[in-house]
């Protein structure tokens, strides 16, 4: 019996390529280019994405609003005079506290 050979053709380089050899597996099927022009293509992709970490919590209200807890803090007014003051949730400034954010 003969084996049978499967083969492929390359979008890209419109060449017939032996598809166990030259091709990527891509779930149950095989990429339609082969890998050297796969590789290629992966080059062309925008690589624009950059990680910038976003203020989070304390971090995230205006430089005057956390000068003016702060100074609250250190002068002794109530957490929850200031969470009144500033429009803060009480327990949001308790946590804030707790994690030495706010000394």
Same mark, same amino acid.
């Given at each position: ?7 492929? @053709?390359?979008? &890209? ?5 032996? %598809?166990?050899?030259d091709y990527y597996k891509a779930? &149950?099927?095989?990429?339609k280019y082969c890998i050297p ?13 950059? !990680? ?8 995230? @209200? ?6 003016? =807890?702060? !100074?609250?803090?250190?002068?002794? =007014?109530? !957490? ?7 429009? =803060?949730? !009480?327990?949001?400034? %308790? ?5 030495? @954010?706010?000394?």
């Open positions: 019996m003969e084996e049978e050979r499967s083969v492929k @053709l390359c979008r &890209k380089c419109n060449v017939v390529k032996d %598809l166990h050899n779930g &149950k099927g095989f990429q022009c796969h590789n290629e293509k992966r080059f062309e992709y925008p690589h624009t994405y950059k !990680y910038e970490k976003r203020p989070k919590g304390f971090s995230k @209200l205006p430089e005057e609003t956390r000068k003016n =807890i702060l !100074y609250d803090v250190k002068v002794r =007014i109530n !957490y929850k005079e200031i969470a009144e003051k500033y429009n =803060i949730k !009480y327990q949001t400034l %308790l946590c804030w506290k707790r994690k030495g @954010l706010i000394v």
